[in-house]
């Protein structure tokens, strides 16, 4: 799915929504006539559009919670495995797959909130994060998968995961 994101159609829809929403253009005769984007555009307002606090946030939460994992000696789980909907970590044998959903990215109710920039795209953007998680969610689930998302902010404070964790493992 997220590979979807990343394809050059994909890229070039998300870039003439910034181009056409964020310039407040409402045609696209600024397009070339192969109706590409000039690079120069793309990049600028990729740039600016992108929130600049919230990085990707997902390195640095993955990075916490294996390391909470770690600490409380919980073993046996990998990152990064090639299944379906990417889980940031897999309990392979317990069939326990983990996202860490970044706040802002994923649209946690506490935190997430829209940029005043380009609200259009943004409203879109994350919308579709959120579709896609539930999609990934319900697909591995009848895939036989129990699936636990971690909010960025629980891992700040990481009993509740910690024991969600603890109970899949031992259930
Ligand atoms: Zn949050």
């Given at each position: 799915m997220t590979r979807r994101l990343h394809s050059p159609g994909r890229l070039l829809q998300f870039a003439n929504e910034i181009f056409v929403h964020g310039l407040g253009w409402?045609?696209?005769?600024?397009?070339d006539s192969s109706g590409v984007l000039p690079d120069v555009f793309i990049v600028q307002k990729r740039s600016e559009v992108m929130?600049?606090?919230?990085?990707?946030?997902n390195k640095d939460t993955e990075v916490a919670l294996a390391n909470l994992l770690r600490a409380n000696r919980l073993f046996g789980w990998r990152r990064h495995?090639?299944?379906?909907?990417?889980?940031?970590?897999?309990?392979r044998k317990q069939r326990i797959a983990i996202f860490v959903d970044g706040c802002f990215w994923h649209c946690c109710p506490k935190h997430s909130n829209l940029p005043a920039n380009n609200r259009v795209f943004w409203q879109k953007k994350l919308a579709a994060n959120v579709a896609r998680d539930r999609r990934v969610n319900r697909e591995l689930r009848t895939l036989g998968w129990r699936v636990i998302r971690i909010w960025e902010h629980d891992l700040k404070k990481p009993a509740r995961a910690l024991a969600r964790i603890r109970k899949a493992l031992s259930s």
């Open positions: 409402t045609d696209s005769k600024q397009l929130p600049r606090i919230r990085g990707c946030g495995p090639p299944i379906f909907g990417k889980p940031d970590f897999v309990f």
